[in-house]
């Protein structure tokens, strides 16, 4: 279950990092083969395969 409202404005996938940059306020959970990620209003954590954070500006992934 999710909601999605954003917009990206700049994304970037360099090295293994991975940004995006742009406003959003998701809220969602998810649980799967490739880890857990769960959203309040834009900020949240995910950790599996990919680990990293959201803001309400912007999301980082290793």
Known sequence: MSDEVGATLV?????????????????????????????VGGVGLKVGKEIGFSTPLGESYL
């Open 11 to 39: 994304e970037v996938d360099a090295g293994g990092v991975k940004m995006k940059i742009g406003p959003n306020i998701n809220t969602g959970a998810s649980i799967g083969p490739n880890g857990v990620e769960a959203k």
